[in-house]
């Protein structure tokens, strides 16, 4: 039979091959003709052309781990922020010049169709972005690693700005089709959610618990490729997507009444409609507890009963999996596997503990009290009881555990109950991840050691084995390599290609430092890179700017411990020392203030930051004088397609949080990694990239750690600052005055008020140390070859916050799964 079957060959790697598939992907899958079809047709058609040449691999590395079964991880994430999959499978697959000739042929250019992507923004920042590196990363080490996360149907909300006020749209990036993903109906899941427990006596006379769910939903898995570049490897992203069940609608329906029909499946597809945006205050929102426990029951589901063979005993499920935690988003799924464990499988609490507590861990992504989870225990019971039940015995046993071995110190006893009392009885997520896993890793050296020495000090001390770090990165194929081509072409070019997959070879670019033929033309990139960035500011935000000038860039979500109102003063400061004749414009370095941020919608003075860093351009741009040398450009809506034209065109990375709230950034390495400079604090992976680039490739400034914690404790009193320092006071009684309000001085009292009376991250206290250091930039900016050598120099050494680093990191670490080479 199967002989008579003629074998399906993957289109032939070049550009005969290529125009022939594309005009049949168009034809038959489209249903069009070259003349006919629209911009989308024919993006829609290129994605296809070049997902037919990643099926086979997808199909094959499929087989393959079902074959060999060997031990491999899987990412539990709420959020993938992917950015735009056709450049990316493109460079995966070796494409690109064959694909850009292909389309000449056709009359077609690739440029244009790539832009015709909207990027699924399925994630709000660094930790959906994180996530979105390491399953890159997986791929490319060739790890057998499966994603598992919420295909929402609205990704974080398109930004735009009303006289200078975010207003929120909805992201419809499913409108026009998503060529990437493949949908597996037939490999549904159902999830329970309500309902109430039972007790029963088995068959074998044994006393169990049971839970039966009040209603449930259907999890419908979409695959998604996650090519490895340039190996034979295609690992899969499931998202799944919430439906009514059929039992549900059908039979109020067949009652007649169809508009309760509606209503109850749209109550159910809710679940995975939209994400939620991170404000670091996580509100008690039921509906984003369904969507957390919806993905995770879905994915312990979907691992246990698909992806490992028949009859796998789940003793030894350890053996085969980790399941890694993102964050306290998918910690509802420690409970679960208890449940099926003991409830389905019939195992002993003890022996279903253990298996547990071996098959998790955790990463902490956070360090600001108000951002870790906790879900009141009423919520809980009514939309999960048996979790609830479950989540309390795990609490008493390792209370025990505690009371044992500290003597009975209740203090203690109260302070590491996964339960809290006050201010309502709620469960901690992050004490459940703490206690249910294996492993709990910050994700940089200052983060991990604040975690044990302050978040879960308690919880360090009991289990100090338990506890690591690894300290995040970011996969070079996005941000060097598809990102920044023309330095891409230099570094390999200088020592060879190697390094997109071994990052640290990066180091044999040092002595090129002092080769001043070489950083003439690392010169040359830098500014071919900002003219591209001047072209897709006017054709998208209609925004001047002057690509002579210092590029300098403060992108990421607003917030106030990332202090975007430290840089908002820096400019006022500028503005008014040229205003005021203090500083003669002759005598400054030209440069352009690039910021990129959305606010929660529901976080008002993140909201009041944008208005003001929006008004404070404004007045800048529209002043004779201060505009030849100070601009001020805000794009709305940063996404990762954004930073991949603005991260290789800055000169100065500004990562300016205060000491001791980021847990690590991600944003500073992508900079450090295109040759930008960074202003920024002892913070996160600044520590760290500032160890490896050297002192003098970085400017550092403001409070340690240590000392902001001790001036905290001590009573911390903005306006001292204020008063003694005249620069701070003009400065700050320029935006108190209407200077930046059309006279009106009520519209940034809320601000400035905020900053004088409460202040919570210090920006008055780093203020002077902040502007000092911006001096000492504007020296050394001067020094037009000194700065290319330290921007090469930070190329040259940044190869360690690669995220296959991270992957190694952790595969030692945490995971000890080991690379499967696909067979081709
Ligand atoms: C990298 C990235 C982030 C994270 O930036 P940080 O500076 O680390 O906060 C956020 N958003 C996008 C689009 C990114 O690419």
Do not use: I, M
């Given at each position: 039979m199967t002989e008579s079957i003629p074998p399906i060959a993957t289109p032939t790697h070049d550009v005969d091959g290529f125009v022939r598939q594309y005009l049949r992907e168009l034809t038959?899958?489209?249903?069009?003709?070259l003349e006919r079809a629209s911009l989308n047709d024919k993006y829609l058609a290129l994605a296809r052309t070049v997902r037919s040449y990643l099926m086979a691999r997808w199909n094959r590395t499929m087989t393959q781990q079902y074959r060999k079964q060997s031990r491999s991880v899987a990412y539990l994430s709420a959020e993938y922020l992917l950015g735009r999959q056709l450049d990316n499978a493109l460079i995966a697959s070796d494409l690109e010049q064959i694909a850009a000739e292909g389309l000449e042929r056709l009359g077609l250019s690739l440029d244009e169709l790539r832009e015709a992507e909207v990027e699924?923004?399925?994630?709000?920042?660094g930790l959906g972005r994180l996530a979105a590196c390491f399953v890159d990363s997986l791929a490319t080490m060739d790890i057998p690693a499966i994603g598992y996360g919420i295909r929402y149907e609205y990704g974080i909300f398109r930004q735009t700005f009303v006289d200078g006020r975010q207003v929120e749209e909805p992201d419809n990036w499913l409108d026009n089709g998503s060529p990437w993903e493949i949908a597996r109906p037939e490999q549904e899941v159902a999830v329970g959610f309500g309902g109430h427990t039972e007790k029963y006596t088995d068959d074998d006379g044994v006393e169990r618990s049971r839970w039966v769910p009040g209603w449930s939903v259907l999890a419908v898995p979409y695959n998604y490729m996650v090519p490895g570049y340039l190996n034979g490897r295609v690992n899969t992203l499931r998202l799944w997507s919430a439906r009514a069940t059929h039992a549900f609608d059908l039979k109020i329906f067949n009652y007649g009444d169809y508009a309760e029909a509606v209503r109850a499946q749209t109550f159910a597809e809710n679940i995975s409609k939209v994400l939620y945006p991170e404000d670091?205050?996580?509100?008690?929102?039921e509906l984003r507890l369904q969507q957390q426990y919806f993905f995770v029951a879905a994915s312990l589901r979907d691992y246990i009963d698909r992806v490992l063979e028949e009859g796998f005993d789940l003793h030894r499920l350890p053996e085969r999996i980790t399941f890694q935690l993102n964050d306290t988003h998918p910690v509802i799924a420690v409970p679960e596997l208890m449940r099926i464990l003991v409830?389905?499988?019939?195992?002993g609490w003890d022996e279903a503990w253990e298996v547990t507590r071996q098959c998790f861990a955790y990463t902490c992504h956070t360090?600001?009290?108000?951002a870790l989870e906790v879900w009141p225990v009423e919520l809980v019971g009514r939309l999960l009881p048996r979790h609830l039940e479950i989540i309390y015995r795990i609490n008493e046993e390792f209370l025990g555990q505690v009371r044992e071995r500290s003597g009975g110190d209740e203090m203690l006893v109260r302070r590491m109950s996964i339960i809290a009392e006050h201010p309502e009885r709620a469960v901690r997520m992050a004490f459940l991840a703490t206690v249910g896993a294996a492993k709990v890793n910050g994700v940089a050296e200052l983060h991990s050691q604040l975690l044990r020495d302050k978040v879960l000090h308690d919880f360090a001390q009991l289990w100090p084995e338990k506890f690591t770090n690894v300290t995040n990165g970011v996969t070079p194929r996005r941000f060097v390599r598809l990102a920044n081509p023309g330095l891409s072409a230099l570094i390999t070019e200088a020592i060879g290609d190697g390094w997109v997959t071994d990052l640290e070879r990066l180091r044999e670019l040092e002595p090129l430092a002092d080769d001043a033929e070489f950083r003439r033309r690392f010169r040359e990139v830098k500014a071919a890179n900002k003219d591209r960035l001047v072209r897709l500011l006017a054709a998208r935000d209609g925004i001047e700017i002057d690509p002579s000038t210092m590029l300098d860039v403060m992108v990421k979500r607003l917030h106030e411990y990332k202090r975007q109102m430290l840089k908002v003063l820096h400019v006022v400061t500028l503005y008014d020392r040229i205003r005021s004749g203090e500083l003669d414009p002759a005598q400054v370095v030209p440069r352009t203030v690039v910021f990129g941020a959305k606010a929660a919608p529901g976080y008002k003075m993140a909201k009041e930051i944008i208005a003001l860093i929006n008004h404070v351009g404004a007045v800048v741009n529209a002043d004779p004088v201060v505009s030849q040398v100070l601009r001020v450009a805000f794009p709305a809506n940063y996404n990762v397609t954004v930073a991949e034209t603005l991260v290789p065109a800055a000169d100065l990375s500004e990562q300016i949080s205060l000491a001791g709230k980021e847990a690590s950034g991600t944003g500073n390495m992508k900079f450090a990694l295109n040759g930008a400079l960074t202003i920024g604090t002892d913070d996160g992976a600044n520590v760290e990239i500032r160890q490896l680039v050297g002192d003098e490739h970085f400017f550092l400034f403001g409070l340690t750690e240590p000392e902001a914690s001790a001036i905290q404790e001590a009573g911390y009193r903005p306006a001292a600052y204020y008063e003694q320092n005249p620069g701070l006071r003009r400065a700050l009684d320029l935006v108190a005055s209407g200077e930046f309000s059309g006279?009106?001085?009520?519209?940034?009292e809320p601000i400035v008020s905020n900053l004088l009376y409460e202040d919570r991250f210090m920006v008055l206290a780093d203020y002077q140390s902040y502007v000092e250091a911006q001096d000492r930039v504007e020296g050394a900016y001067r020094d037009e070859d000194a700065w290319s050598r330290s921007a090469v120099l930070n190329v040259a050494r940044s190869g360690f916050f690669s995220s296959d680093r991270s992957m190694r990191d952790y595969l030692e670490r945490i995971w000890h799964a080991e690379a499967v080479p696909v067979e081709l």
């Open positions: 038959y899958t489209q249903g069009t003709t699924p923004g399925l994630g709000n920042g670091s205050t996580p509100q008690g929102k409830d389905e499988k019939g195992f360090l600001l009290p108000e006279g009106d001085r009520s519209v940034f």
